[in-house]
């Protein structure tokens, strides 16, 4: 089965989350290629050199030195920026401040609340 993306970029501190992510991500056949991150600056400069072309970012959004929020910003200037990305808020913030900024912003396509699962997968590739 051909997996419906080529490229996901998975951007995460937390190395437990960002490993379940991943699984779940491998067993669904999600993309062609993962790649994670585990600095939003690192991210950044991965999609600044054109080291990472994603066709899907999941992205958390607190985060130390950078958050989600202010990663997208950074992306918001980026060339890539105007590729139409899919951008999935991945948190397991309850705030609706959050859930409501990420509804707000242009460049997020959904938010959706940890874990990752096969079911949430599946309503994306719908």
Known sequence: MTA???TCLLIDDNYIDSFITRRVLE???FAENI????SPMEA????KSGSVNPDVIFLDIRMPMMSGFEFLQEFAGLD???KRIKIYMLSSSLDPTDIRESEDNKHITQFIHKPLTVKALEEICQ
Request: glycine residues 0%.
């Open 27 to 29: 067993s669904s056949n």
């Open 44 to 47: 950044i400069e991965s999609l």
């Open 35 to 38: 790649i994670v991150r585990q």
């Open 80 to 82: 890539i920026a105007k």
């Open 4 to 6: 419906p993306f080529k």
